[in-house]
């Protein structure tokens, strides 16, 4: 989870810089429903990225740090190997969302608080950007965890082994 959140600050920071040093509007709102500025909103995504991040890589660290685990089962229920799919693409795909919606909120933000197609009167850009996000934070969690999960599957905790003295 700590991953799925800190990618998505990263996500979040990206866009606020790419607004900051390319818009042009003073002042604006990251999302119109949070009264948050664009800028405000990147700088706590990035103390958010780092109080994730760091935790989430070592805690990577610490497990591959440990006891080799036994070799998994070779065969995973479809149903995990369909969550994952779906997982893998919804982060690919929200994430090209994201960088979209944040390339074109720095050369045309008056669009964020406009519908996003003519199709359809809701949503906005700026709130299909913040869907995304969470989409991007739930897609890379559920990875992350379906990912680490295999090796440690039905695996009881490991004991120290004794070393025998022979005298």
């Not at 810089?17 to 664009?38: C, D, H, K, M």
């Not at 610490?62 to 779906?86: D, K, Q």
């Not at 991007?136 to 003295?165: D, F, I, N």
Request: charged fraction near 15%; proline fraction near 8%.
């Amino acid at each position: 989870m700590a991953l799925g959140l800190g990618y998505t600050a990263v996500l979040i920071w990206i866009g606020s810089a790419l607004v900051g040093s390319f818009g042009s509007e003073e002042g604006a709102r990251y999302w119109s429903p949070v009264p948050l500025r664009t800028d405000t909103a990147g700088a706590i995504a990035f103390g958010i990225a780092i109080v994730t991040l760091v935790p989430s890589r070592y805690l990577e660290l610490r497990r591959r740090n440990g006891p080799p685990a036994r070799p998994a089962p070779a065969v995973r229920p479809a149903s995990v190997l369909a969550v994952l799919a779906v997982a893998d693409i919804a982060m690919f795909l929200a994430t090209a969302v994201v960088i979209y919606l944040s390339c074109n909120a720095f050369t045309h933000p008056q669009t964020l608080n406009i519908q996003l197609t003519h199709l359809l009167a809701w949503p906005s850009e700026g709130t299909v950007r913040v869907v995304a996000l969470g989409v991007c934070l739930v897609s890379v969690a559920a990875r992350r965890y379906l990912r680490a999960t295999p090796a440690r599957a039905g695996q009881p905790a490991a004991a120290p082994e004794k070393a025998r003295v022979v005298a």
